[in-house]
């Protein structure tokens, strides 16, 4: 059984930073894709960035430049830095992972407000 375990959320004002973690456990051997997607309030989930195994990274348009996604192969963990955060960043995050099956977390609530 894999499991997703997801930190890192909460409130920041705009131009502030956040850092998310997301750790897999379970019977896992090698983690083809980690990434990250986010559902806005009200509105539909959507893809914010994935990390292949060789490191190879893609990113929506809308975080380029502010985000940052790294992996740790190590640890089965990708990380998300957030940076320069905007009022449009607020949303619940998910962490996901492609091994035999697409697999997700719960979620991570990122409030960006003044």
């Known amino acids: 059984q894999v499991q997703l375990a997801e930190s890192g959320g909460g409130l920041v004002q705009p131009g502030g930073s956040l850092r998310l973690s997301c750790a897999a456990s379970g019977t896992i051997n090698s983690i083809r894709t980690m990434g990250w997607h986010r559902q806005p309030p009200g509105k539909q989930r959507e893809f914010v960035a994935h990390i292949l195994r060789g490191g190879d990274t893609n990113y929506a348009d809308s975080v380029k430049g502010r985000f940052t996604i790294a992996r740790d192969n190590g640890k089965n963990t990708v990380y998300l830095q957030m940076n320069n955060l905007k009022p449009e960043d607020t949303a619940v995050y998910y962490c996901?992972?492609?091994?035999?099956?697409?697999?997700w977390g719960q979620g991570t609530e990122v409030t960006v407000s003044s």
């Open positions: 996901y992972i492609l091994y035999d099956k697409t697999y």
